[in-house]
């Protein structure tokens, strides 16, 4: 079973950051997989982590087994040419 984690900001105004994070969860739903969502605006380390690991600040971001996967886009390019679920093996 993969560790999965998707960093979050309940504090952006941004209307594509808030879509893109509702759209990432509801995708890992969808596809039965479980996963530990981190509030990047109320834990500075986990934030600190996360740029550390993906070099980027942009969210939301997907880590499986701590390797960064990408943002709702890059998901959702995957789950367009079947290789979503690959992640997860």
């Known amino acids: 079973m993969s560790n999965v984690a998707v960093y979050t ?3 952006t105004g941004m209307l594509k950051i808030k879509k893109d994070q509702q759209a990432l969860k509801t ?23 996360m740029k550390k690991v993906s070099g980027k600040t942009e969210l939301p971001q997907l880590f499986v087994n701590d390797k960064f996967v990408g943002n709702y886009d890059d998901c959702q390019a995957l789950e367009e040419v079947d290789q979503f679920m690959a992640l997860f093996n």
Do not use: M, N, T, W
């Open 9 to 11: 900001s309940s504090a």
């Open 27 to 49: 995708l890992l739903e969808a596809k039965g997989i479980k996963y530990i969502e981190y509030d990047v605006a109320s834990d500075q380390e986990k934030r600190e982590h």
